[in-house]
Structures are given as structure tokens and as C-alpha cells.
Nanobody, 126 residues
Framework: QVQLVESGGGLVQAGGSLRVSCAAS????????MGWFRQAPGKERDFVAAISWSGATTYYADSVTGRFTISRDNARNTVYLQMNSLKPEDTAVYYC???????????????????WGQGTQVTVSS
């Protein structure tokens, strides 16, 4: 089993930056694909970004491309999401996800991921 704990969420003004982290425990995630999703009230859980086990491959949602960066530190068993130029529409609960399967484009869909964290709230004020 893999346990995931997100942190780093908070309140930020539009145009600002925030970095959220996902710390894994239970197993090393060095051979896991990792992803970030977000869910706003009354909406579905949407894909944000994903990274392969080595960090060599990354995928981003069109809405965050150029503003968000996903990275990982396998030595620390941690994945990060750096969010710049934040907009009010980025407001959501941000969830970390992990799966042993190799990263594929189909993993932009939430049901493809096995392990989930509890989420961290990010609020962007206008």
C-alpha cells in the first residue's frame, strides 16, 4: 500500500505562486507514475499534471501548461506541483495520485490511478 499526504495549499492572490507537495509512505514511489488532479465544488475531478517514474516524461492539462510544473524527488519520496500565475479558476482541492503502471496518456483520467491522497485546498482570490 502507498499512503499519500498533500501539503502546501492555502490562499493566494491572483497572479501569485504556490507549491504543493505530496509525501508518500508505505513504499518507495521511485517506480510509480505520479499525478495531480483537482476538484472544484460541484465539478468532476480533473487532470492537472503527471510525471513518469524517472521524471523524463510529463503531461499537463491545457489549462495549466506554461504555468504549472510537476517534479519529483525520489530520494525524498515526494512529488511537487509548482503553480505560477495563479488564476481564480485554479481554486480547487488538489489531489495527489500514484500508480505502478507506466505513465500513459490514458492516465489523464482519474479512474486509472490506484492510490490517492486526501487533498489540499488551494484558493486563489481575484
Amino acid at each position: 500500500q502507498v499512503q499519500l499526504v498533500e501539503s502546501g495549499g492555502g490562499l493566494v492572490q491572483a497572479g501569485g505562486s504556490l507549491r504543493v507537495s505530496c509525501a508518500a509512505s508505505g513504499r518507495t514511489i521511485s517506480n510509480y507514475a505520479m499525478g495531480w488532479f483537482r476538484q472544484a465544488p460541484g465539478k468532476e475531478r480533473d487532470f492537472v499534471a503527471a510525471i513518469s517514474w524517472s521524471g523524463a516524461t510529463t503531461y499537463y492539462a491545457d489549462s495549466v501548461t506554461g504555468r504549472f510544473t510537476i517534479s519529483r524527488d525520489n530520494a525524498r519520496n515526494t512529488v511537487y506541483l509548482q503553480m505560477n500565475s495563479l488564476k481564480p479558476e485554479d481554486t480547487a482541492v488538489y489531489y495527489c495520485a500514484a500508480d505502478i503502471a507506466p505513465l500513459q496518456l490514458t492516465m489523464r483520467h482519474a479512474p486509472r490511478w490506484k492510490y490517492w491522497g486526501q487533498g489540499t485546498q488551494v484558493t486563489v482570490s481575484s
